[in-house]
């Protein structure tokens, strides 16, 4: 069953967004999850706040024997609350963003995943990028903040077509400006100048980082609708080409499977944990289902 669909966009407003959301998504994860949202949100480590010496009156099972003989000294770990942990949003809004349902079902994961956060206590903010300039909203909790959120979204200005993106200088502005250990939501679809792995692994390894990779249909199977104008969603460059021809789709095909393939390798050498989520899917069955990966896998 797919996530119903959101009203026309003239009919859109944050309040009624989020409602649908609550309503529809949000209500359905809680009966599915039963309000056990840790296995969506935090995997190994990320409320691990620092190895400190031990100090008279501390829980002695938090004691790190390892380091403790290491150092002939007692050492112990100490943890952060799970609600004393930032959130941020880090969103991809580059023109190839405009294709499909991508901006659509961005709108839809920063409002469920913000309002699940603001429900367990922890603050969000988000990155907005465009390819070329960088927006930010500062951390803050409550439904208004999350209104804030969506409205962000629904106003960003479309960009105008510019060079192919590169993602690589939101992921270090990121690194740069959390100053304590967060957890960081990628929303992209990842179209993007090659490189971006190696500062999305910087970032991993000082935060968590949670990636959510969108696609759309249309971008891996090419449909035979004879002669059609196709645009390069990034730099606005048109061709037109024969769809009807069987070689021209096997090869839009092929090469999808390659760019998959390439991107794949890429989270792998980042070490991120990865959601990638098609802008028909079911939005309650993809998070259910990439929550009870991440709790199998800590098992």
């Known amino acids: 069953m797919s996530t119903p669909t959101i009203a026309s966009p003239l ?75 930032p959130a941020w949003f880090l969103v991809d ?10 901006r659509q079902r961005t709108i839809e994961l920063v409002a469920v995943l913000a309002r699940l956060l603001n429900r367990l206590g922890n603050r969000t903010g988000a990155m907005f990028y465009d390819g070329r300039a960088l927006r930010v909203t500062p951390l803050g909790s409550g439904r208004a903040h999350i209104l804030r959120l969506i409205n962000d979204l629904m106003s960003y200005p479309r960009p105008a077509r510019a060079p192919f993106t ?43 980082v949670l990636v959510i990779r969108l696609w759309d249909p249309q971008e891996v199977e090419l449909p035979e609708l004879g002669l059609v104008v196709m645009e390069d969603a990034e730099t606005g460059e048109q061709i037109v080409v024969d769809t009807s021809d069987r070689g021209l789709r096997r090869r839009f095909e092929e090469a999808a499977r390659q ?19 098609s802008t028909t899917e079911d939005l309650v069955g993809a998070l259910a289902g990439f929550a009870a990966r991440r709790q199998y896998r800590r098992r």
């Open 166 to 208: 590169d993602l690589t200088p939101l992921f270090t502005t990121a690194l740069a400006a959390f100053k304590r250990r967060s957890l960081a939501f990628v929303i992209s679809d990842f179209i993007s100048a090659p490189g971006w792995e190696q500062a999305l692994s910087r970032l991993n390894q000082r935060h968590e």
């Open 93 to 102: 809004l580059s023109p190839s963003v405009d294709f499909g349902g991508k």
């Open 259 to 277: 760019r998959e393939a390439a991107l794949n390798i890429a989270f792998k050498r980042a070490a991120v944990d990865v959601l990638a989520i």
């Open 11 to 85: 009919e859109q407003t944050p309040e009624r967004i989020l409602r649908h959301l609550e309503w529809h998504v949000v209500r359905r994860l809680d009966g599915l999850l039963q309000g056990n949202y840790r296995s969506l949100f935090h995997g190994h480590g990320l409320d691990f706040a620092e190895l400190r010496e031990y100090q008279h009156g501390d829980d002695i099972r938090y004691i790190d024997w390892n380091v403790t003989a290491r150092l002939d000294a007692p050492y112990i770990r100490s943890y952060l609350e799970e609600r004393d942990v």
